[in-house]
């Protein structure tokens, strides 16, 4: 089976940058997505594509890939930013998720 | 509107029955492919199941295969999940997704609010 490896937790300060790295065999051939999900609501689509940004998402986000590696990019990260993060990925036949990264900014 | 609404969910006793339903609208509901993706309590995401715009192609998660069973009315624009065999592990919010395949990517891109199945004797 397919893994995706992402750190538990990143801590940044309002205004900083926070990068979210994502690793696993499956991204070298397969794009990624990111979901932010805040306590006790559904996940919301950031970053599809690897970096595509959908309507609505502000450009702070960002998304980047380097062979078995995404990474999901908040640029100048706002205190409403505070969530948890899971990058997602098409394998064979199957989707896995990594084990989410809460994001704290304060 | 873009409306997702799962339905179903409830408490049930290990080995027991649960169908789950998720009513669909505001878009076409046979332009899209469907998924249920899962959160166990204080836990992440995890994949379940997956069918195709036309029905034809489903495929299961390894950790519920032969239990669970995916399936769509297009008439009712209603997507299904018949879960059986029930066990303590499955206890989780079940969400129903939509997407859409482009060329080599895919975008999934609406989550309904969830509902929550509770394994439990």
């Known amino acids: 089976s397919y893994e995706l490896t992402q750190p538990s937790s990143v801590s940044v300060s309002p205004g900083q940058t926070a990068t979210i790295a994502c690793s696993g065999d499956?991204?070298?051939?397969?794009?990624a997505r990111w979901f932010q999900q805040k306590p006790g609501q559904a996940p919301v689509l950031v970053i599809y594509?690897?970096?595509e940004r959908p309507s609505g998402i502000p450009e702070r986000f960002s998304g980047s890939s380097s062979g078995t590696t995404v990474t999901l990019t908040i640029s100048g990260a706002q205190v409403e930013d505070e969530a948890d993060y899971y990058c997602?990925?098409?394998?064979?036949?199957?989707?896995?998720f990594g084990g989410g990264t809460k994001l704290t900014v304060l | 509107q873009v409306q997702l609404v799962e339905s179903g969910g409830g408490l049930v006793k290990p080995g027991g029955s649960l169908r789950l339903s998720c009513a669909a609208s505001?878009?076409?509901?046979?332009?899209?492919?469907m998924k249920w993706i899962r959160q166990a309590p204080g836990k992440g995401l995890e994949w379940v199941a997956y069918?195709?715009?036309?029905?034809?192609?489903?495929f299961y998660a390894d950790s519920v295969k032969g239990r669970f069973s995916i399936s769509r009315d297009y008439a009712r624009n209603s997507l299904y999940l018949q879960m059986n065999s029930l066990r303590a592990e499955d206890t989780a919010v079940y969400y129903c997704?939509?997407?859409?395949?482009?060329?080599?990517?895919?975008?999934?891109?609406?989550w309904g609010q969830g509902t929550l199945v509770t394994v439990s004797s």
């Open positions: 505001g878009f076409s509901f046979s332009d899209y492919y």
């Open positions: 069918i195709s715009t036309s029905g034809s192609t489903i």
């Open positions: 594509k690897d970096s």
């Open positions: 499956v991204l070298a051939r397969k794009y």
């Open positions: 997704v939509r997407g859409r395949q482009y060329g080599d990517y895919e975008k999934e891109d609406y």
């Open positions: 997602y990925s098409a394998a064979d036949n199957s989707w896995v």
